[in-house]
């Protein structure tokens, strides 16, 4: 138990946290491009 309260392994779990919390971002970040894009197709499309 000693070896979870070392500050190595916590600032490790931070990091991973901190990661995944980027990951997240990106992703959303990807979405909304994403979906924008589609978006803007569809109402050109629409407007054949």
Do not use: V
């Amino acid at each position: 138990m000693a070896l979870k309260n070392s500050p190595a392994i916590q600032s490790e779990s931070r990091k991973n946290n901190e990661g995944e919390e980027f990951q997240m971002q990106g992703r959303d970040q990807l979405f909304s491009t994403l979906s924008s894009t589609c978006l803007r197709r569809f109402q050109c499309y629409s407007n054949w």
